[in-house]
């Protein structure tokens, strides 16, 4: 990477005060999108340029060399800075570029939280992009924030509201995502952080491990495939027969967790859904599942089966790394999460959902309303009529139609974004 690329309009120069700001964004300005960190590829890249390609002004701010792969050129520029001076930092350059509109992927990350409160602050228009509510078809376009700050409304009477908005619309088109693809932009884009790490020594990543702690994790999780199959075909095969119940993981580390749930981590509430399924029937087991993108930094097996024997578990609960989740939907008798995204997917299929955190689906009449002790004993049956009501009304109000690994559903995905974006 050059390091005329890098050093490109960074931020060594301090940012001039044109003014001061003039609160609420007005209809009649001219846009000006700032992009700050999106999923690693090329989407951000693109949707900068369409939107420049309809007359809006557009920015971007990189903060490590993943950031300068996926957007280089035009309209970036780089941060070097601390979180510490990162407020203060944006707020001068908000101000002396005309800033109407942020837009981020993921509200949780810290840079992005404070680029949340400054544009609640100034009354900016603030987007934030998230891996689809409904997959595979949709990818998640909310403004002013998702899931816990999501202002989707929770209850059916208002979701009714929104879906009325649907009726006329065209129908969505089917996509799909290539996991090959993902992973390459993924390790181009963890790669290209480390090899520039020395221009951007301020730079701290908000996932639960370094890159390269996860860069061995994925190496010995390729090595050992074929024994993760084999061991989770077997205890596919030991729950044969026997009704149970899904817990699927959800990414150690993960914000929704640590900021929209009672918990901690991923392992509390692990604990939690443990020690009360101690009080389900004893003909009934628990099958807890590994998130399909998890480096298994932690040892999830382990850390499963520690658990088990200390609770006195053993023989009630098993544990997968791989097993494809649409089969296993097919024959739960219920999920427990926290607020994963398999919590549509179960409703979908008929399954009932019982969540512990908040989730943009947890609404009375569509998932649960009941405790976790008492719905190991009788999972109430979903409403398939109020599931689609709230389908109608995320899609009208949270979802954009497109995918962010694949040619075609990029493409789409690009053009839904731009209309949703444009028309704010």
Not at 76 to 91: I, K, M, T, V
Not at 324 to 346: F, M, Q, Y
Request: proline fraction near 6%.
């Amino acid at each position: 990477m050059a390091s005329a690329a890098l050093d490109r309009a960074d931020d060594s120069a301090p940012v001039p005060v044109a003014g001061s700001h003039t609160g609420a964004v007005s209809v009649h300005a001219k846009r000006h999108f700032l992009f700050l960190q999106g999923l690693p590829g090329p989407f951000f890249r693109r949707l900068g340029a369409a939107l420049r390609a309809r007359g809006a002004r557009v920015s971007r701010v990189n903060f490590n060399g993943g950031d300068v792969v996926d957007w280089f050129g035009q309209g970036a520029r780089s941060y070097r800075g601390s979180l510490a001076q990162w407020p203060e930092w944006l707020d001068r350059f908000v101000a002396s570029h005309g800033v109407t509109d942020i837009v981020v992927f993921g509200d949780l990350r810290p840079i992005h939280r404070e680029a949340r409160i400054l544009a609640n602050r100034l009354g900016l228009q603030f987007f934030a992009f998230e891996e689809g509510y409904l997959r595979p078809n949709h990818v998640t376009l909310e403004r002013g924030g998702v899931n816990g700050h999501s202002s989707f409304p929770r209850s059916l009477r208002a979701a009714h509201m929104l879906a009325a908005s649907t009726l006329g619309r065209e129908e969505e088109i089917p996509v799909e995502n290539s996991f090959p693809r993902r992973a390459r932009q993924s390790a181009l884009y963890y790669a290209a952080t480390q090899c520039a790490a020395a221009f951007f020594p301020e730079y701290r990543t908000h996932r639960h491990a370094s890159p390269v702690r996860e860069g061995k994790a994925w190496l010995r999780r390729l090595w050992r495939r074929r024994r993760e199959r084999r061991d989770s075909l077997d205890a596919m095969l030991s729950l044969a027969g026997r009704p149970f119940f899904l817990f699927p993981l959800q990414l150690e580390g993960d914000a929704q967790i640590r900021f929209h749930s009672p918990f901690e981590s991923m392992r509390d509430a692990l604990e939690r859904v443990l020690t009360s399924f101690r009080t389900a029937p004893e003909g009934v087991s628990l099958l807890v599942k590994q998130h399909p993108l998890d480096p298994d930094v932690d040892n999830w097996r382990r850390i499963v089966s520690d658990a088990v024997a200390e609770l006195g578990l053993t023989g009630r609960v098993v544990f997968v790394e791989r097993y494809d989740l649409a089969p296993l939907l097919e024959v739960a008798r219920g999920i427990v999460t926290v607020n994963s995204s398999v919590g549509p997917l179960a409703l979908a299929a008929g399954v009932p959902v019982n969540t512990m955190g908040t989730a943009i689906y947890d609404m009375p009449g569509v998932t649960a309303d009941m405790p976790l002790d008492d719905f190991w004993h009788a999972p109430p049956p979903v409403d398939p009529d109020n599931f689609a009501l709230f389908c109608r009304a995320l899609r009208a109000k949270c979802l954009v139609n497109g995918g962010f690994h694949g040619g075609a559903a990029l493409d789409l995905l690009v053009r839904s974004s731009v209309a949703r974006l444009m028309g704010g």
